[in-house]
């Protein structure tokens, strides 16, 4: 198995699994009889061998049971509403297999789908992909008929956003820490081992849309990689989500409900709130210990002034919140000044190239802070291997450690 560093799945261009694995395709179903039936129709002709597929059907509480074909197994959970996230979890657990590609009923796959999308998970664990989702109008096409063919007769337009985001992100080689927002569900594989490690769906999910994201969200951090594979072609039967409806009021309101939900469990910025502090912790600061007053005031004051939604270990606003999904730690090495903004900085490139850790020092090389990426330490954990992500030192002007206790007056006031 490969351990590539940071997000670079191409560093596994031209590698096959060999021999192939098995893989177990989870298909998570509810009142669609019809579509299911193309659907495994579509599994079937697959180009992977037939003895190493696994099919499993999830429904989530349809008035009538789907009917599938020898050697696909049903599995089925009772009608409590919209449970997309607890069939999926239910899926993943009857999988037979440590490779799982899941697809949704009205998701069918091309020949070649399982062996594109399958690929590198089977070499490094670590791999999440998501595959390319293509748009159809099947209402008056055979079931029969392979979608290969038929599919292109019928296409309707793919979301422009989702495509340009893997032009732009040359197919998620160039992941970041939003690149979660990219992460399509109804055409995902992935390891038992990444699945787990990220914990599985959140069933709290119980409308349609976000709990993709979030699962994506939690499975970055804990060391995944993520990879776009358009070769990995699977038909939607209809228009994406805001194709289907005919008031855009509505689309807004769902939207806005999805991105609320959001907002609370993804705390980082351009996803969490602005103004409000989330629940959930993105940035955890922690002090050194044996502090005086004014020095603890003064050192957790200005990181809170750079990163106003932190929380700083051992102060009481702290203790109220969630710390399940920390993206960077912040620890304060040294009694210091750091001009305003250069921790922002630090802890957004931290972020952008995808380091594993910054040092701020001063210019005479004192050690002032460590900024460290969560994702990176958890990553170096599972492979037991440093390096999988650059670690930098920078010395600047903008970090003057304090030798004596600092004068806060001269700090609130601004002529310090």
Request: aromatic share 6%; glycine share 8%.
């Amino acid at each position: 198995m490969h351990a590539v560093p940071q997000n670079r799945w191409d560093l596994l261009d031209g590698l096959r699994p060999d021999p192939l694995p098995p893989v177990s395709v989870v298909i998570a179903h509810y009142e669609q009889p019809r579509q299911l039936t193309r659907t495994l129709a579509a599994v079937r002709a697959q180009d992977y061998p037939a003895d190493l597929l696994d099919v499993v059907v999830v429904d989530d509480g349809s008035r009538t049971p789907p009917s599938v074909p020898d050697g696909v197994r049903l599995e089925r959970q009772p009608d409590r509403g919209f449970r997309l996230a607890a069939a999926r979890n239910l899926g993943v657990a009857a999988a037979r297999h440590d490779l799982v590609v899941q697809l949704d009923a009205d998701t069918a796959p091309e020949p070649g789908y399982v062996r594109a999308i399958t690929r590198l998970p089977a070499l490094a664990p670590d791999c999440v992909t998501v595959g390319r989702r293509r748009h159809a109008l099947f209402d008056h096409v055979a079931t029969t008929l392979p979608v290969e063919r038929v599919g292109p007769t019928v296409e309707v337009a793919e979301p422009r956003w989702l495509r340009d985001a893997y032009a732009r992100s040359r197919n998620l080689l160039d992941a970041d820490d939003r690149s979660y927002r990219y992460v399509i569900g109804a055409v995902t594989a992935f390891s038992r081992s990444m699945f787990e490690a990220a914990g599985g769906y959140d069933e709290t999910f119980t409308s349609y849309g976000g709990e993709d994201w979030e699962w994506a969200y939690r499975a970055w951090l804990a060391g995944g990689v993520f990879a776009h594979v358009p070769d990995a072609v699977a038909w939607h039967d209809g228009p994406d989500a805001a194709g289907r409806l005919d008031d855009p009021g509505d689309g807004l309101a769902a939207r806005n409900d999805e991105t609320l939900r959001l907002a609370e469990l993804i705390p980082l910025p351009g996803s969490g709130p602005r103004g409000h502090v989330p629940a959930h912790v993105d940035i955890l600061v922690r002090l050194p210990g044996g502090l005086d007053a004014a020095t603890r005031f003064l050192l957790a004051d200005q990181v809170l002034a750079d990163l106003p939604h932190a929380a700083v270990e051992g102060e009481a606003s702290a203790a109220r919140r969630i710390v399940d999904r920390v993206r960077i730690d912040v620890d304060v090495l040294a009694p210091h000044l750091l001009r305003a903004g250069a921790l922002r900085r630090s802890v957004d490139r931290v972020g952008t190239e995808q380091l594993g850790a910054l040092l701020i020092a001063d210019e005479a090389g004192v050690p002032c802070v460590r900024v460290t990426s969560r994702r990176a330490a958890a990553r170096r954990a599972r492979h037991d291997r440093p390096g999988l992500s650059p670690e930098v030192e920078v010395r600047t002007a903008d970090c003057r450690v304090l030798g004596s206790a600092p004068d806060l007056a001269a700090y609130l006031g601004g002529w310090a």
